[in-house]
């Protein structure tokens, strides 16, 4: 009864990993030896997925608040969004708001390299969520 009425009046949906909205933010690194790319999702309403490339498996992670979801949405929006870099390397990291199938914005940079400060130091902020686990 609690989920019904969480659903019905705060429009709280909850999402598996085989059905994930179209709208996410993605960050991650990749490369090396492997080419492995290790990516994490986050989505508006604080869920939190893993993928791995090597295995194709998305798992959820622990939730983040709503709140603090929404925020960093916000700030990819007001700062982010009209940066543009894309310098991959062996190692490399990367930022994208996916916000349907077709629309993206990936920012890509060298381990080595250097992307916007900004980049760096929203990537940071996301990667803690991460470590939260």
Request: charged share 25%; with cysteine; aromatic share 10%.
């Amino acid at each position: 009864m609690l989920a019904i009425s969480c659903w019905l009046f705060s429009g709280c949906k909850t999402y598996k990993p085989d059905s994930l909205p179209s709208k996410q933010l993605v960050f991650g690194s990749g490369g090396g030896m492997t080419g492995a790319v290790k990516e994490y999702i986050l989505l508006e309403n604080g869920q939190l997925f893993t993928r791995n490339s090597l295995t194709d498996k998305t798992e959820e992670l622990s939730k983040v608040s709503k709140k603090e979801a929404k925020a960093l949405y916000k700030e990819y929006e007001a700062s982010i969004k009209e940066l543009a870099h894309d310098e991959p390397g062996n190692l490399y990291y990367f930022l994208n708001m996916k916000s349907d199938s077709t629309k993206e914005h990936k920012l890509i940079w060298s381990g080595q390299g250097g992307a916007p400060d900004a980049a760096k130091t929203f990537y940071d902020a996301l990667t803690k969520l991460v470590k939260k686990e």
